[in-house]
Structures are given as C-alpha cells and as structure tokens.
C-alpha cells in the first residue's frame, strides 16, 4: 500500500493528539497540519516529526480550503464548534473529492451533514462524521449493543460527567464548553417513531442499567440519536443522556434558561460555568463530600443501551467501555486517528456521509483502540468492553 498524504485541519489539543497517533501508522505518508494560527499548526507539526509540516489556513475561505485540501488524499477535521464550521468544511471536502473525518459533537450539523450524503456520493468520497469520544466510542458501543438483539427498538447513547476521564486540569473554558451550553439550552434533536423531532434537554429520565439498577438521568443534545436514525432507519426510539448529580441540574437548568431567554450568550454561559466551577461553587462543593456524588449507582463513563427483542422475547442490553485513552483529547482525537488507519486500510467500502457505527466493525475498533486505553488501569482486551443483559 502506498502511503498516504492526510491534511489534519485544527491545531487544538484534539488534533494535536489526532496528529500525534496518525502520523506513527505506515499507511500515513506525509501530514499537513493546518491551522488559523500558523504558530499553533508549527507546534503540533514540529511535536510530529519529520513526516509534517505546518500550514495556515482559514476555514472560512472556501476556495483556499479546498486548495489546500486538493493537495491530500483524506482529511481530518478538528475545527471547532462544529455547529459553525462542520457542514462548510464537509461542503468544501466534497467540493475537493476528498475523503473525509471527524470528530464533530454536534447534532444539528449532523443532521445537516448526513443530507449531504448524496452529493458525497456523488463525488465518490467517504465522509465519516463524528468519530471522538462521544460520538465515536459511543457509537461503536451502540454497535455493539445492537447486535446482541434480533432486533432493537430503542437506542441510548450516554455519558458520565460524575466520573474522572482522566483530566488533569479542572473546567477551563473553550469550544468544549460553548458546545455544552448548546446542547443544554433551546431544543434538541431526538428520534421518535422513527422520525427525529424537536425536544427540550435536560429532562428527567428513569434509567434501568441491567445488574446496576435504577438511575435518573438527564437528556441532553447530541449527534448520536441523529445518526442512529440515519444508520438504523427501522430505529424506533433514541435518545442521548447525560449522568450527573441532581444537585448540578439547578446550575446548568439556570444556565439554559438565561441562554433560551436572550440574557446570556452561549459564551457567557459558558464562562460562567468555568468561573463556578473555580470559585468553590456547585462542583468544587461536590467533590469536597464525595460520598454524597452518587444519587444511585454508579454507572461508566461510557455506555449504550439497547432494547429490542431477542429470540422472541423482550430483551435489553448495555455496553460500557471500562478504560480509556487519559484525558478527553486522548479519548477523542484517538478514535479519530485510528478510524483514519482502518480507512487507509481498506476496511470501509461504503460512499457518501456515514457514521462510525456503520462504517466499522466494533471488534476492529475496539482492538485497535485497546493499547491505548490505560484510564484507570490497562485491562486484556477481551476485556476492554463489558455486555451487560
């Protein structure tokens, strides 16, 4: 196989770890790193050695994107927040007749992105949107989930803001912060009666985790209901949550309010959470009396939940991840990386705008993320991923 020449667009500590990963596979030729800040892209691409090189670039600026992007056999997409810059950069990718990933988390441009899928097609690219953490390892989960039914009704896709991902540093504001504010506040996308829908986030769900036992958790805005409904179309039900203490939900409840009524910017928003988050507020408060954190059982960092039927009967299934790469950027420009090494391989065949749980296989996935997840503690393989019924 020859090796291929990938442009990685975005400079942040996302890329930087997309970067890093890809450019230690042989199947990566040579890696233009791109970038607003030209410094920035200089860093990441220096940190990468010989194989790249840096460029500036303005992804606001279709025609010098998609220049830019003519030069490469695929690209990968880390500019963010992925409601402003998703579908334009996806737009000029198709433009370009270039492969595409990336790792967006956001639903509306999901939705957005997937209508895409037939002039994608149509310029015969592959364009695998939303492959980090969540989306991404929670797809894969989802996948998994889904196969041990017959059939699957409902799908759930969640994440755990109680537990350590393995940060070193608390809150600090950002795009990752802004996108949170996003998703918890208007409305969100949901599937419902195989159709996706309008819903309010934040709202109390009664979730019953097999072996585990009962939780409330709270919905919230995310891609992976909105791909779930494009990659399942027989999919009656799906919704994404979020698992945090009752207690929090007065603070990002407030929030969202203050955000639907025009009194503060998702910005605002955000850096009003980070500025609580220092100052000994609703988290610090929390984390001081830890044994009061958990509202019910504790329930992973990750995980699906499938409902369906299985040999003729009800059935229902979770699938949880029990380690991960150290840190949210290891968690998501990881999975990035890796599904960029299963493309240049020859493992997706499929054209247009798809998801991750429909362009690999999980046991794939899940083998090659394996050696990089060592939060909390490296584990075998085999027992990388807990099937819980």
Same mark, same amino acid.
């Given at each position: @196989? ?20 890809? =450019? ?22 220096? %940190? ?9 670039? +303005? ?5 010098? @994107? ?6 490469? *056999?695929?690209?990968?997409?880390? =500019?963010?927040?992925?409601? #402003? ?13 270039? +492969? ?7 639903? $509306? ?38 196969? $041990? ?12 803001? &109680? ?7 608390? =809150? ?24 996706? /829908? ?5 709202? &109390? ?11 409330? /958790? ?32 007065? &603070?990002?409840? !407030? ?8 009194? @503060?910017?998702? $910005? ?7 500025? *609580? ?17 958990? !509202? ?14 299985? *040999? ?9 991840? #029990? ?7 290891? %968690? ?15 493992? =997706? ?14 046991? $794939? ?11 909390? &503690? ?7 991923? !807990?099937?819980?019924?």
């Amino acid at each position: @196989m020859t090796p291929k020449r990938i442009l990685l667009l975005g400079a942040g500590a996302m890329g930087n770890i997309a970067a890093q990963t890809a =450019v230690s596979f042989p199947e990566v030729g040579n890696l233009i790193i791109a970038d607003l800040s030209l410094t920035a892209a200089e860093k990441v691409a220096s %940190a990468c050695g010989g194989k790249a090189r840096a460029a500036r670039v +303005d992804v606001t600026d279709r025609g010098g @994107m998609v220049a830019l992007m003519r030069r490469a *056999d695929l690209v990968m997409n880390c =500019v963010g927040p992925f409601f #402003r810059f998703g579908v334009p950069v996806l737009e000029a990718a198709i433009e370009a007749g270039i +492969d595409y990933l990336d790792i967006c988390d956001d639903p $509306e441009p999901t939705k957005a992105m997937h209508e895409l899928h037939g002039r994608a097609k149509a310029a015969d690219i592959t364009a695998i949107i939303g492959l980090g953490a969540s989306p991404g390892i929670t797809s894969m989960l989802a996948a998994r989930a889904r196969a $041990e039914l017959d059939e699957t009704q409902e799908l759930i896709a969640a994440w755990n803001i &109680e537990e350590d991902a393995g940060d070193d540093d608390k =809150v600090a504001y950002g795009a990752a912060v802004v996108h949170w504010m996003q998703q918890c506040s208007g409305s969100i996308l949901e599937c419902e009666n195989s159709r996706l /829908v309008e819903k309010k986030p934040l709202q &109390e769900v009664a979730l019953d985790y097999p072996g585990r036992g009962q939780r409330t /958790v709270y919905t919230v805005g995310h891609p992976e209901p909105v791909s779930f409904h494009y990659s399942y179309p027989d999919l009656q039900r799906s919704y994404c949550v979020m698992v945090m203490p009752g207690r929090w939900i007065t &603070e990002f409840k !407030e929030l969202a309010a203050q955000i639907d009524r025009g009194g @503060m910017t998702l $910005e605002e928003a955000g850096k009003k959470l980070v500025e *609580d988050a220092g100052v000994s507020s609703f988290i610090d408060q929390i984390m001081e009396d830890f044994s009061r954190l958990f !509202e019910g059982p504790r329930l992973p960092l990750f995980f699906a939940l499938a409902q369906g039927r299985k *040999d003729g009967k009800p059935a229902r299934v979770a699938t949880s991840i #029990r380690a991960i790469p150290p840190g949210m950027a290891n %968690a998501t420009g990881i999975p990035l990386a890796l599904g960029t090494r299963l493309f240049l391989q020859g493992k =997706v065949a499929a054209k247009g705008v798809i998801a991750p749980e429909i362009a690999f296989r999980p046991g $794939e996935f899940f083998d090659l993320l394996e050696p990089y997840c060592t939060f909390p &503690e490296p584990l075998a393989p085999a027992d990388l991923v !807990e099937v819980a019924r």
